[in-house]
């Protein structure tokens, strides 16, 4: 489910991030998902299959042309080709199609095509349009204003980010139940465990429902950056979106999830400056080619020297990593401590450390530090009584 979210959004904010007027394309998204959302029975967003004079959207079988600008005067004139023709009609009624524009712009819009029609300078098929009228049953109030589609347009607003909730939320729900379904599916009904079964379901549920959300909301925000920082900003998040569904599952400690989130972060700022660095160069050298090719070095340079300097740092700031803390802090002690409490032989000792080495017992580890060492020790101590 979450390379489902990972694959269908990425597409489409690609597209978006290529689009020679982004804010136009996501005019249409915005106000078909609105409409979407306010149960429409027939919404449909056409636009990238319609050809150049088809419709934008399609809603309970009305074709719509949507057209954003800057001002009122070029957004009604984008709806027209030369001698005052209206140029998108419907093909199957030969009407024109309804005119969405932005919500701020509606009245002023309205008002200076009823001027047009009235002067006679509006025709449909050839046809001259007479009644002023007819201007507010053709133009259509947008659920958007130009600014917000805008703001959409662009990563880092609250208005992109919440934009990207709202379409991810159907998938997120999805994965959420199908986690929750698995594991209550999967987990023990016997007397006695039914509420921890539960209890277990519901964190599975809601911790894949965040993780897609968080994916598709990091997907489409990143690839609005543009490539190299589009690149470096997916891997940065899917690494902060992993940690966040691992850590609730108990899988790493939180000195871990430190960790990643700081390394995370230092490759992401370190690739950005490689790949302006290394795109100034590559240009110097080879203009185009050699722009796209060091971009793409200087980023991964950067971003892995980064990476592994916050390593070392995280290493006495934070604390070594889980795999490390697990069998240099723990392990290895406690099979040192109880060879030579007990004498035992090689054969013993590899004994001992077979069954300690368990993903349970990393899990136990990790999640409690502070008490580790004595949870092997006990741990390890009874093995050697039952073996």
């Known amino acids: 489910m979450n390379g489902k979210v990972m694959g269908e959004f990425y597409s489409s904010a690609k597209e978006l991030r290529n689009a020679t007027q982004p804010h136009g394309l996501m005019a249409e998204r915005a106000n078909h998902f609105t409409?979407?959302?306010?149960?429409?029975?027939?919404?449909?967003?056409?636009?990238?299959?319609?050809?150049?004079?088809?419709a934008d959207r399609i809603v309970n079988g009305v074709q719509i042309q949507s057209k954003y600008y800057a001002t009122p005067e070029k957004t009604l004139g984008a709806f027209f080709e030369k001698g005052g023709e209206l140029g998108y009609v419907d093909t199957k009624t030969g009407l024109p199609m309804d005119?969405?524009?932005?919500?701020?712009?509606?009245?002023?819009?309205?008002?200076?095509?009823?001027?047009?029609?009235?002067?006679?300078?509006?025709?449909v098929s050839g046809k001259v349009l007479t009644d002023p009228k007819y201007a507010k049953k053709l133009i259509r109030k947008g659920h958007h204003t130009y600014a917000?589609?805008?703001?959409?347009?662009?990563?880092?607003?609250?208005?992109?980010?919440?934009?990207?909730?709202?379409?991810?939320?159907?998938?997120?729900?999805?994965?959420?139940?199908?986690?929750?379904?698995?594991?209550?599916?999967?987990?023990?009904?016997?007397?006695?465990?039914?509420?921890?079964?539960?209890?277990?379901?519901?964190?599975?549920?809601?911790?894949?429902?965040?993780?897609?959300?968080?994916?598709?909301?990091?997907?489409?925000?990143a690839t609005r950056l543009g490539v190299p920082c589009a690149n470096a900003a997916v891997n940065a998040t899917a690494?902060?979106?992993?940690?966040?569904?691992d850590l609730c599952q108990g899988n790493i400690s939180t000195i871990q999830a430190e960790r990643n989130v700081l390394k995370s972060a230092a490759g992401l700022a370190a690739s950005q400056m490689g790949a302006t660095?290394?795109?100034a160069v590559g240009t110097a050298i080879f203009p185009g080619v050699g722009t796209l090719i060091g971009g793409g070095l200087g980023a991964a340079v950067f971003g892995i020297a980064a990476s592994c300097a916050a390593d070392k740092?995280?290493?006495?700031?934070?604390?070594?990593?889980?795999?490390?803390?697990?069998?240099?802090?723990?392990?290895?002690?406690?099979?040192?401590?109880?060879?030579?409490?007990?004498?035992?032989?090689?054969?013993?000792?590899?004994?001992?450390?077979?069954?300690?080495?368990?993903?349970?017992?990393?899990?136990?580890?990790?999640?409690d530090r502070d008490n580790a060492f004595c949870k092997a020790l006990n741990a390890g101590k009874q093995i050697l009584r039952d073996n």
């Open 239 to 245: 690494i902060g979106i992993g940690t966040s569904y």
């Open 313 to 367: 740092v995280s290493d006495g700031v934070l604390g070594v990593n889980d795999s490390e803390f697990v069998q240099s802090v723990v392990l290895d002690k406690v099979v040192l401590e109880l060879q030579s409490q007990h004498g035992l032989s090689e054969h013993r000792v590899t004994m001992l450390r077979s069954l300690l080495e368990t993903e349970a017992m990393h899990k136990a580890l990790i999640n």
């Open 148 to 221: 917000s589609a805008n703001a959409i347009a662009k990563a880092g607003t609250w208005e992109s980010a919440k934009y990207d909730l709202q379409t991810g939320a159907t998938a997120s729900v999805a994965a959420g139940g199908l986690a929750a379904v698995t594991t209550l599916a999967t987990g023990n009904w016997k007397d006695g465990e039914r509420k921890e079964t539960c209890k277990k379901a519901a964190v599975a549920g809601g911790c894949s429902a965040a993780r897609a959300s968080g994916t598709h909301v990091a997907v489409c925000q």
């Open 277 to 279: 660095y290394g795109a």
């Open 99 to 123: 005119m969405e524009v932005p919500a701020d712009q509606y009245d002023a819009v309205v008002q200076r095509f009823e001027k047009q029609i009235a002067a006679g300078k509006v025709k």
């Open 35 to 54: 409409d979407k959302t306010a149960g429409q029975p027939d919404c449909r967003h056409v636009g990238g299959d319609s050809g150049k004079k088809g």
